[in-house]
């Protein structure tokens, strides 16, 4: 091979090499370019994933407190729903118990009037007797006696048909010491039990309102029974009752010139007091701080009620082994000086 050609054949080589290095060269670069693009793309796609990541890690934050919430609302709830069943249980059994005191309280009114034909009979033979009997006899003071505890009897069960008669509301005009006397007849055998003396302050015996003698007698009754309950062990009820001048809106208002005549009815007990916290609820109904089946929850709301529909006012101060004392305010007439009871 001559010179020349080994000349051309070098130059060709070195053009071809040439060409393959600026080839390569265009390779590197696109390569680079490539390697560029492509970290960007990872950059950007590591980027979504993180805040992906991050929106995930957020979300399962908050499905976490939604469901700790829930689990306290489902809690809370379920805690609702047991006290609403022991709630209904209670006043089921209250409501039971109160049906029972009802059909006990007709049967004892029906007996009472079952009472009155041998009672009756009784009294005129021992009228008879005492017709036949000289005073001077032995026998004649203890038929005198016996006389005595009949009538007693025969005011007794008088008294008792009377209360568990059913009807309209009948106002009339009424001494409320009379009432209390009456009242105070019928539990006698009860605060006798309990070892209860019974005092009674009245400022007068003439303590007349407008009122319903049944539902008067109700309220007494409810209130005398309370208060021995709340001294099993015995100890003194306190009866006081005054006329005063005061607003409607409560006894303890200044006296104005068109006040109203108030009567002011105060039964205080020595016994075991209230809890300052129960005080709020004693008139709502089916309320009650007595053992199961010892009391309804009815009693204090029933007076509530009343002295309601008197249009007076009731309140109760009491403190746990200090006794309680429970003031009933009543109007002796309304501003019209008629009637005034409400039986809306």
Not at 138 to 161: D, F, G, K, W
Request: proline letters at 2%; a negative charge; hydrophobic letters at 40%.
């Amino acid at each position: 091979m001559s010179a020349s050609n080994l000349r051309r054949e070098l130059e060709q080589a070195r053009g071809t090499i040439r060409l393959m290095q600026d080839e390569l060269e265009e390779t590197n670069r696109g390569l680079v370019a490539l390697t560029v693009e492509l970290e960007k793309r990872v950059e950007a796609r590591t980027a979504e994933l993180r805040l992906t990541q991050e929106e995930l890690e957020k979300t399962n934050s908050e499905l976490l407190h939604l469901t700790l919430e829930l689990e306290d609302r489902v809690a809370e709830r379920t805690a609702q729903l047991q006290s609403k069943n022991e709630e209904v249980k209670t006043m089921s059994q209250q409501l039971w118990q109160a049906a029972k005191l009802a059909t006990m309280g007709e049967l004892a009114a029906s007996i009472a009037h079952e009472l009155n034909n041998p009672l009756a009979t009784v009294s005129l033979r021992i009228e008879s007797l005492l017709e036949l009997c000289s005073p001077v006899d032995p026998q004649h003071h203890t038929l005198l006696i016996i006389q005595q505890e009949v009538e007693r009897m025969a005011s007794l069960i008088a008294n008792l048909l009377q209360f568990s008669r059913r009807g309209t509301s009948r106002v009339s005009t009424l001494n409320l010491a009379d009432e209390i006397e009456k009242t105070l007849e019928l539990i006698q055998y009860l605060l006798r039990d309990h070892n209860i003396q019974v005092v009674q302050e009245l400022a007068s015996n003439d303590l007349f309102i407008s009122a319903d003698r049944q539902k008067l007698r109700q309220l007494f009754l409810n209130l005398f029974t309370n208060a021995s309950d709340a001294m099993p062990q015995g100890g003194t009820l306190t009866i006081r009752g005054m006329i005063t001048q005061a607003a409607l809106s409560g006894a303890a208002a200044e006296p104005r010139a068109d006040a109203l005549s108030m009567v002011v009815i105060e039964i205080a007990d020595t016994g075991i007091g209230i809890a300052a916290e129960n005080l709020p609820r004693l008139g709502e109904a089916f309320f009650t701080t007595k053992p199961v089946g010892k009391g309804t929850g009815l009693g204090l709301a029933i007076c509530h009620r009343i002295v309601q529909e008197h249009k007076g006012s009731l309140d109760i101060l009491s403190e746990v082994n200090h006794g309680t004392t429970i003031r009933v305010v009543l109007p002796v007439r309304s501003e019209a000086g008629g009637g005034f009871l409400d039986e809306s």
